[in-house]
């Protein structure tokens, strides 16, 4: 009996959902795209899994109190483009990567600021910072980002432990941590409410500000990380590095099978929703399409995806 | 008489706060620039506002429903890039690339609107996604800079044509015919729609339907607005339009369109957009970095948006 109740329940489950779609995706690659069925390839495609990844993690936080981060683009440039100029400059790596994460923090505490204080709506609130974030770094750089070579990211990005990706087991550790966060803990408690119910959660004593702060500034924290890891594997920095992570990092969050209306979802779908994303993409490249082809075929195929099995009940 | 006016003030003190915020604005300008009544500069300052108006009367429309676009800079890009990559030689060519690139605009907002009104997936998802496909489809149409519009028709459009201000003159039709559109019952259940989507169904009216036109309303607005920018640049880049998603939100704001829907009017729209537009060209004048412009949109859209609703909440207690 018990049996039948927790299969109904898989799958009812959205976040078993991604998972689903992700191991048909894969066993697909593997079976018809060239290339897709060596261990090299699989390293590959986790590592650079990891760089989204990471920023999807602190994504579902935001999402999950139905906020909405719109400013991790200029976060993952602000601590690359910060990190590399500091580090190039006379600061060494270590300097350059606080400075970086700190900065990141900070970006995050002013978008809980604006949406808990100002009172404006989660989505103007980031997508105003992140305006001013590349405004900012483009005085910053003079419209000429440097490159550095930080020895620790550039292990941290592109060696490995015991054959997997020192990323891809950073990304798994910072998924750890969020998942205790989410799941576990009070502040995730409070989240859920949140975003299940904003006045009935804040009604029944449920703190806005702490757990907006702990959701932003997270989220910021690991943009800022992603932004790090981005910079170990490129070796370079750039102004418009982090722009493909606003809609990817959005995507990930919603099919992995959190609402994007928030209080409902599992933060374990994200790192599906990130691992497809990204093993899409990798097709894409492998059919050497265009550019432009290829973000029309990965926008239509997110849309497509999100028809799916990402609809919002009609209320 | 004096009672109309006094009435009619006391229901739109945020537009009246805003129209004289704008007038210390033209008066600042004033001093830097003493040549600002005259015809020349009125008609390529004309020029230079109507994408911005023109997008932000896209977004307004968007936003009077309850929803939001974020695809409006991309789709802004790709009718520019269709209308600059058609080969025009003569007028009927351009009357041609003008109409391709506004159906093409057109249709990309029917789309979101059917994936909003139909999937019943949230706006903002569906058109961040959606930002994504446009800004993929305008670089396959054009994937460097470039196309080409009549020089010809450059020329008229931002010195003149006859002493007549063209740019001025589209901007004054468009709005005329959404204040037409107003007038309708189209207009009326786009409100109606915005404000209370279940009383509006209940009370008959297609609201799927609604929701759709509206989007595709908005792309017409935000077509034309790509067309007047390929015409006032000469040309075409596929990337040029993002700063319009968040500078329309910006401008509709500011013209207290609501955030909810079915609140706000386009003339408060338009007012925010000639705000933010001759704000930016004042801090052309003050000789800073033209990179601090995405500064100080961004901060405008903050303050502007906090102060909103500081005042109302002052006002509901």
Same mark, same amino acid.
């Not at chain 1, 490995?160 to 891809?168: I, K, Q, T």
């Not at chain 1, 099978?257 to 993409?281: D, E, F, M, P, Y």
């Not at chain 2, 020349?40 to 932000?56: K, W």
């Not at chain 2, 949230?122 to 930002?131: D, E, F, G, N, R």
């Given at each position: 009996?018990?049996?039948?109740?927790?299969?109904?329940?898989?799958?009812?489950?959205?976040?078993?959902?991604?998972?689903?779609?992700?191991?048909?995706?894969?066993?697909?690659?593997?079976?018809?795209?060239?290339?897709?069925?060596?261990?090299?390839?699989?390293?590959?495609?986790?590592?650079?899994?990891?760089?989204?990844?990471?920023?999807?993690?602190?994504?579902?936080?935001?999402?999950?109190?139905?906020?909405?981060?719109?400013?991790?683009?200029?976060?993952?440039?602000?601590?690359?483009?910060?990190? =590399?100029?500091?580090?190039?400059?006379?600061?060494?790596?270590?300097?350059?990567?606080?400075?970086?994460?700190?900065?990141?923090?900070?970006?995050?505490?002013?978008?809980?600021?604006?949406?808990?204080?100002?009172?404006?709506?989660?989505?103007?609130?980031?997508?105003?910072?992140?305006?001013?974030?590349?405004?900012?770094?483009?005085?910053?750089?003079?419209?000429?980002?440097?490159?550095?070579?930080?020895?620790?990211?550039?292990?941290?990005?592109?060696?490995?432990?015991?054959?997997?990706?020192?990323?891809?087991?950073?990304?798994?550790?910072?998924?750890?941590? =969020?998942?205790?966060?989410?799941?576990?803990?009070?502040?995730?408690?409070?989240?859920?409410?949140?975003?299940?119910?904003?006045? =009935?959660?804040?009604?029944?004593?449920?703190?806005?500000?702490?757990?907006?702060?702990?959701?932003?500034?997270?989220? =910021?924290?690991?943009?800022?990380?992603?932004?790090?890891?981005?910079?170990?594997?490129?070796?370079?920095?750039?102004?418009?590095?982090?722009?493909?992570?606003?809609?990817?990092?959005?995507?990930?969050?919603?099919?992995?099978?959190?609402?994007?209306?928030?209080?409902?979802?599992?933060?374990?779908?994200?790192?599906?929703?990130?691992?497809?994303?990204?093993?899409?993409?990798?097709?894409?490249?492998?059919?050497?399409?265009?550019?432009?082809?290829?973000?029309?075929?990965?926008?239509?195929?997110?849309?497509?995806?999100?028809?799916?099995?990402?609809?919002?009940?009609?209320? | 008489?004096?009672?109309?006016?006094?009435?009619?003030?006391?229901?739109?003190?945020?537009?009246?706060?805003?129209?004289?915020?704008?007038?210390?604005?033209?008066?600042?300008?004033?001093?830097?620039?003493?040549?600002?009544?005259?015809?020349?500069?009125?008609?390529?300052?004309?020029?230079?506002?109507?994408?911005?108006?023109?997008?932000?009367?896209?977004?307004?429309?968007?936003?009077?429903?309850?929803?939001?676009?974020?695809?409006? &800079?991309?789709?802004?890009?790709?009718?520019?890039?269709?209308?600059?990559?058609?080969?025009?030689?003569?007028?009927?060519? +351009?009357?041609?690339?003008?109409?391709?690139?506004?159906?093409?605009?057109?249709?990309?907002?029917?789309?979101? &609107?059917?994936?909003?009104?139909?999937?019943?997936?949230?706006?903002?998802?569906?058109?961040?996604?959606?930002?994504?496909?446009?800004?993929?489809?305008?670089?396959?149409?054009?994937?460097?800079?470039? &196309?080409?519009?009549?020089? &010809?028709?450059?020329?008229?459009?931002?010195?003149?044509?006859?002493?007549?201000?063209?740019?001025?003159?589209?901007?004054?039709?468009?709005?005329?015919?959404?204040?037409?559109?107003?007038?309708?019952?189209?207009?009326?259940?786009?409100?109606?729609?915005?404000?209370?989507?279940?009383?509006?169904?209940?009370?008959?009216?297609?609201?799927?339907?609604?929701?759709?036109?509206?989007?595709?309303?908005?792309?017409?607005?935000?077509?034309?607005?790509?067309?007047?920018?390929?015409?006032?640049?000469?040309?075409?880049?596929?990337?040029?339009?993002?700063?319009?998603?968040?500078?329309?939100?910006?401008?509709?704001?500011?013209?207290?369109?609501?955030?909810?829907?079915?609140?706000?009017?386009?003339?408060?729209?338009?007012?925010?957009?000639? +705000?933010?537009?001759?704000?930016?060209?004042?801090?052309?004048?003050?000789?800073?970095?033209?990179?601090?412009?995405?500064?100080?949109?961004? +901060?405008?859209? +903050?303050?502007?948006?906090?102060?909103?609703?500081?005042?109302?909440?002052?006002?509901?207690?």
């Amino acid at each position: 009996m018990s049996g039948l109740v927790s299969v109904a329940a898989l799958r009812g489950s959205r976040p078993v959902w991604a998972f689903g779609v992700l191991a048909v995706t894969w066993l697909a690659a593997i079976l018809f795209a060239h290339g897709f069925d060596s261990v090299a390839n699989f390293r590959y495609l986790v590592q650079t899994a990891s760089f989204l990844g990471i920023v999807a993690v602190g994504q579902t936080l935001v999402v999950m109190m139905s906020g909405i981060d719109l400013s991790v683009s200029g976060v993952v440039a602000l601590s690359a483009v910060v990190c =590399a100029k500091v580090a190039s400059g006379t600061g060494g790596g270590a300097t350059g990567i606080t400075v970086a994460l700190l900065l990141s923090a900070l970006v995050g505490a002013v978008n809980a600021g604006g949406v808990v204080w100002l009172r404006v709506p989660p989505m103007v609130m980031t997508l105003a910072t992140g305006t001013i974030l590349s405004g900012a770094l483009l005085v910053y750089t003079n419209g000429s980002p440097s490159s550095a070579h930080v020895p620790l990211l550039d292990s941290l990005a592109n060696d490995r432990l015991l054959g997997v990706p020192w990323a891809f087991v950073l990304w798994l550790g910072v998924a750890a941590v =969020a998942f205790w966060l989410l799941h576990l803990s009070r502040t995730g408690r409070y989240a859920f409410a949140l975003g299940a119910g904003h006045d =009935a959660a804040r009604a029944s004593g449920v703190p806005l500000g702490a757990t907006a702060f702990t959701a932003y500034v997270s989220c =910021a924290l690991l943009a800022g990380v992603a932004g790090l890891v981005l910079l170990g594997f490129t070796g370079t920095s750039s102004l418009t590095m982090g722009n493909p992570y606003q809609l990817l990092s959005i995507a990930s969050v919603v099919l992995g099978g959190t609402s994007i209306l928030g209080g409902r979802g599992h933060l374990l779908g994200t790192v599906g929703g990130a691992l497809l994303l990204t093993l899409l993409t990798a097709l894409l490249t492998s059919w050497n399409l265009s550019e432009g082809v290829r973000q029309v075929v990965l926008g239509i195929l997110i849309i497509g995806l999100l028809l799916v099995y990402a609809r919002e009940r009609r209320t | 008489m004096r009672e109309r006016i006094t009435v009619a003030a006391r229901g739109n003190t945020d537009l009246l706060g805003l129209l004289a915020l704008l007038l210390v604005l033209l008066v600042a300008y004033q001093h830097y620039d003493s040549s600002l009544l005259s015809p020349a500069t009125v008609t390529i300052l004309s020029a230079q506002f109507l994408p911005l108006i023109l997008a932000a009367a896209g977004q307004t429309t968007v936003m009077l429903l309850g929803g939001i676009d974020l695809s409006l &800079g991309a789709v802004l890009g790709l009718a520019m890039a269709v209308f600059a990559t058609y080969e025009a030689r003569g007028a009927g060519d +351009v009357v041609t690339a003008m109409a391709l690139a506004l159906c093409v605009a057109v249709a990309a907002g029917a789309v979101n &609107g059917a994936l909003v009104a139909y999937a019943g997936l949230p706006p903002i998802v569906v058109t961040l996604a959606a930002s994504f496909l446009w800004g993929g489809v305008t670089l396959v149409v054009l994937p460097q800079p470039g &196309g080409h519009v009549p020089a &010809g028709l450059v020329e008229a459009y931002n010195n003149g044509w006859y002493g007549i201000a063209l740019p001025a003159v589209a901007v004054a039709v468009a709005l005329g015919l959404w204040k037409l559109l107003r007038t309708t019952r189209h207009g009326l259940a786009l409100y109606a729609v915005g404000g209370n989507e279940h009383g509006a169904y209940a009370s008959g009216l297609h609201t799927r339907g609604v929701k759709i036109g509206g989007y595709a309303l908005a792309g017409a607005f935000t077509g034309l607005a790509g067309i007047g920018l390929a015409i006032q640049t000469g040309s075409a880049d596929p990337t040029i339009g993002t700063p319009y998603t968040l500078n329309s939100i910006a401008a509709s704001v500011l013209g207290g369109i609501s955030f909810f829907g079915g609140v706000g009017r386009m003339r408060g729209t338009v007012l925010g957009a000639l +705000v933010i537009g001759l704000l930016t060209n004042l801090l052309l004048f003050t000789g800073i970095s033209p990179f601090y412009q995405l500064v100080v949109q961004g +901060v405008i859209l +903050v303050v502007a948006l906090a102060l909103k609703t500081y005042l109302t909440r002052e006002a509901a207690e």
